[in-house]
């Protein structure tokens, strides 16, 4: 094993343990001094964006990608506002969620614990070295981080204003790390740390996290691809499913919880196509659609097999006309990554009917898929929105990085 991946191990194992005996009080003073030293660093954190603005721009980096990448301001008040909403949460760890007598007399607890030392390999959006640091942190985790190239200066930049504030609470900085060398070569290596990480976490697109399920060892927890889909039902107010649409492709459509595919009923096709199509020509939105689709609008290419599978992260948009609310179903059950899906219904029964045959991680009714958030639900920020049903499903916030051990109590009794 590379020596510093095995020198970050030790250090972020023992940072863990000396991490998990932290009390509630402790962790919440680390939060707010981390919060308070983004605020301290702004101005270099900044100017380390800069530098890795110009070089992607430089490489070409497309639009989306480099707007994920930027930092302002009020993205820097964003994550730190994080940190003092994540302090106010209450604490996972050491809650007992139930105290059974079993037959022997015996006490039998369940009790949240952290589950250790957490890697995380994620692209080009430096808010997630503090978002993930906060959430890890408050868990009673330790972790080690592995940006992208294209944020190197600004992950960098973050995780010293986040160790600073760290040794001001009293704790080691090694509770969070960043490796600093993005080669592929030492990513290999980090998914292989077993005996020092006890999950990895890959963030970002079907590439990386396809490559990380297939070479590590150790244990993965999927996060999501976000192939999502937008249902207009034959009852559906058309003026709410403009408004929904416009906001779940275009507010953000570089992040994964934006659609890339719409489906249409085609009892309301014809009035439908061209009022969507009018509100999302001020975003240049490239429309590439089946054959009903693209004979309504001039502007629609047709689409592709391929288009019908993809996350775009981008202003395009994918269109499908379907004959039935089935059709439909077997459309989004056909390409859905089971991140989230939404129906724009005024029945209730076709309402209902969605959220029991869609499997999703979220399913929405009358409203946009970008509510699929960590904050948006509550959790002060999110680790990854997991599309598997393993351990976790959906946004994965603090109660999501622990897992349980059992405590028992005893009087001398002995198994006979």
Do not use: W
């Given at each position: 094993?590379?020596?510093?991946?095995?020198?970050m191990g030790i250090a972020a194992k023992a940072a863990?343990?000396?991490?998990?005996?932290?009390?509630?009080?402790?962790?919440?003073?680390?939060?707010?001094?981390?919060?308070?030293?983004?605020?301290?660093?702004?101005?270099?954190?900044?100017?380390?964006?800069?530098?890795?603005?110009?070089?992607?721009?430089?490489?070409?980096?497309?639009?989306?990608?480099?707007?994920?990448?930027?930092?302002?301001?009020?993205?820097?008040?964003?994550?730190?506002?994080?940190?003092?909403?994540?302090?106010?949460?209450?604490?996972?760890?050491?809650?007992?969620?139930?105290?059974?007598?079993?037959?022997?007399?015996?006490?039998?607890?369940?009790?949240?614990?952290?589950?250790?030392?957490?890697?995380?390999?994620?692209?080009?959006?430096?808010?997630?070295?503090?978002?993930?640091?906060?959430?890890?942190?408050?868990?009673?985790?330790?972790?080690?981080?592995?940006?992208?190239?294209?944020?190197?200066?600004?992950?960098?930049?973050?995780?010293?204003?986040?160790?600073?504030?760290?040794?001001?609470?009293?704790?080691?900085?090694?509770?969070?790390?960043?490796?600093?060398?993005?080669?592929?070569?030492?990513?290999?290596?980090?998914?292989?740390?077993?005996?020092?990480?006890?999950?990895?976490?890959?963030?970002?697109?079907?590439?990386?996290?396809?490559?990380?399920?297939?070479?590590?060892?150790?244990?993965?927890?999927?996060?999501?691809?976000?192939?999502?889909?937008?249902?207009?039902?034959?009852?559906?107010?058309?003026?709410?499913?403009?408004?929904?649409?416009?906001?779940?492709?275009?507010?953000?459509?570089?992040?994964?919880?934006?659609?890339?595919?719409?489906?249409?009923?085609?009892?309301?096709?014809?009035?439908?196509?061209?009022?969507?199509?009018?509100?999302?020509?001020?975003?240049?939105?490239?429309?590439?659609?089946?054959?009903?689709?693209?004979?309504?609008?001039?502007?629609?290419?047709?689409?592709?097999?391929?288009?019908?599978?993809?996350?775009?992260?981008?202003?395009?948009?994918?269109?499908?006309?379907?004959?039935?609310?089935?059709?439909?179903?077997?459309?989004?059950?056909?390409?859905?990554?089971?991140?989230?899906?939404?129906?724009?219904?005024?029945?209730?029964?076709?309402?209902?009917?969605?959220?029991?045959?869609?499997?999703?991680?979220?399913?929405?009714?009358?409203?946009?898929?970008?509510?699929?958030?960590?904050?948006?639900?509550?959790?002060?920020?999110?680790?990854?929105?997991?599309?598997?049903?393993?351990?976790?499903?959906?946004?994965?916030?603090?109660?999501?990085?622990?897992?349980?051990?059992?405590?028992?109590?005893?009087?001398?009794?002995?198994?006979?």
């Open positions: 094993m590379n020596s510093l991946l095995q020198e863990a343990n000396s991490l998990r005996k932290a009390s509630t009080k402790q962790k919440n003073e680390g939060l707010l001094a981390m919060e308070a030293a983004l605020y301290t660093h702004q101005d270099a954190i900044l100017t380390a964006n800069a530098k890795d603005i110009a070089a992607a721009a430089a490489n070409g980096l497309p639009t989306p990608m480099i707007e994920r990448l930027t930092l302002n301001p009020q993205r820097i008040k964003g994550m730190a506002d994080s940190f003092k909403e994540i302090a106010q949460l209450p604490d996972p760890v050491g809650y007992v969620e139930e105290m059974t007598k079993s037959a022997d007399g015996l006490t039998i607890g369940k009790q949240r614990v952290p589950l250790g030392v957490i890697g995380i390999i994620y692209e080009s959006r430096p808010n997630v070295t503090a978002d993930a640091s906060a959430l890890c942190f408050k868990s009673g985790n330790a972790v080690i981080l592995r940006g992208g190239k294209e944020a190197l200066e600004s992950n960098k930049a973050i995780m010293t204003a986040l160790q600073a504030g760290l040794a001001d609470a009293g704790f080691a900085k090694e509770t969070l790390q960043l490796i600093p060398d993005p080669s592929r070569e030492l990513a290999s290596e980090f998914m292989k740390m077993n005996g020092y990480l006890d999950c990895l976490i890959p963030r970002g697109g079907a590439g990386l996290i396809q490559n990380v399920l297939k070479n590590a060892t150790v244990p993965v927890i999927e996060t999501g691809v976000g192939n999502c889909h937008l249902y207009i039902d034959k009852d559906a107010e058309l003026e709410m499913a403009t408004r929904i649409l416009v906001n779940a492709k275009c507010s953000r459509p570089s992040v994964c919880n934006s659609i890339e595919t719409l489906v249409v009923h085609e009892a309301i096709a014809n009035a439908f196509l061209p009022v969507f199509a009018e509100a999302l020509a001020p975003y240049k939105v490239e429309l590439r659609g089946d054959a009903k689709t693209c004979s309504s609008l001039s502007e629609a290419v047709p689409a592709t097999e391929e288009d019908f599978a993809a996350e775009f992260s981008d202003f395009i948009l994918a269109v499908k006309v379907v004959s039935s609310y089935d059709d439909a179903i077997a459309h989004i059950q056909k390409y859905s990554t089971g991140h989230s899906e939404v129906i724009v219904t005024d029945h209730y029964q076709t309402a209902q009917n969605f959220l029991n045959d869609i499997d999703a991680a979220a399913v929405y009714i009358n409203a946009s898929s970008r509510f699929t958030d960590g904050g948006c639900f509550g959790f002060g920020g999110e680790i990854g929105i997991s599309t598997q049903k393993l351990h976790a499903r959906g946004p994965m916030g603090l109660k999501e990085l622990t897992s349980y051990k059992y405590i028992i109590y005893g009087e001398g009794q002995i198994r006979s």
